[in-house]
């Protein structure tokens, strides 16, 4: 069974940093691009970063270039995000996303972040 | 990254057919055909409903369809059923390796 189980969230301050984690089982995770999309509280999906399947190639949306960092190991089936100089305008439910090249074939259940003081 | 425009809300009633409008620049949309349609219960990860436009991954139902004419893609909903009421997103490559999703359309069943 393909699972996706994200990890460290939550209440952060305002210019504060956070690791999210990404724990993958099921599949060849080594084979698979990967993805952060957030979703704020009532909102829509937002794209925030991407990695392709051996490491060497990433990308982030504009509003958390910069501050958000992107890395996997294959060895150990996770993905991860760094997130500095966090902002309110941060505060989502976190998804990691698995797929072969742009699609999210594989999601997980969301980790929450919230940035306030 | 420029956003994809969906209407905010469509509906229609058991048996029916409903079609979800998703319009990009000609850059993104009209440029690839790597639009991808999700699907969003409330409280639960998006499901994956239609890749490269038009495929259908397994554990999709063929009751759903997707296709592009120029800068526009459209997700298409066949004999619309209860359990399809949902949250519907469609999501473009926009070029070095970025993605981006449209607004979101709420699809009722009335």
């Known amino acids: 069974e393909v699972q996706l189980v994200e990890s460290g969230g939550g209440l952060v301050q305002p210019g504060g940093s956070l690791r999210l984690s990404c724990a993958a089982s099921?599949?060849?995770?080594?084979?698979?691009?990967m993805h952060w999309v957030r979703q704020a509280p009532g909102k829509g999906l937002v794209w925030v970063s991407r990695?392709?399947?051996?490491?060497?190639?990433?990308s982030h949306a504009d509003s958390v270039k910069g501050r958000f960092t992107i890395s996997r190991d294959n060895a150990k089936s996770t993905l991860y995000l760094q997130m500095n100089s966090l902002r309110a305008e941060d505060t989502a439910v976190y998804y990691c996303?698995?797929?072969?090249?742009?699609?999210?074939?594989?999601w997980g259940q969301g980790t929450l972040v919230t940035v306030s003081s | 990254q420029s956003a994809l425009t969906q209407p905010a809300s469509v509906s229609g009633s058991p048996g029916q057919s409903i079609t979800i409008s998703c319009t990009g620049t000609?850059?993104?949309?009209?440029?690839?055909?790597?639009v991808s349609w999700y699907q969003q219960h409330p409280g639960k990860a998006p499901k994956l409903m239609i890749y490269e436009g038009s495929q259908r991954p397994s554990g999709a139902s063929n009751r759903f369809s997707g296709s592009k004419s120029g800068n526009t893609a459209s997700l298409t909903i066949s004999g619309l059923q209860a359990e399809d009421e949902a949250d519907y997103y469609c999501?473009?490559?926009?070029?070095?390796?970025?993605?981006?999703f449209g607004g979101g359309t709420k699809l009722t069943v009335l």
């Open positions: 996303a698995a797929g072969s090249g742009t699609r999210g074939d594989y």
């Open positions: 990695i392709n399947s051996d490491g060497s190639g990433t």
């Open positions: 999501c473009s490559y926009a070029g070095s390796g970025t993605l981006v």
């Open positions: 000609s850059s993104v949309v009209g440029t690839y055909n790597l």
């Open positions: 099921g599949f060849t995770f080594s084979s698979y691009w």
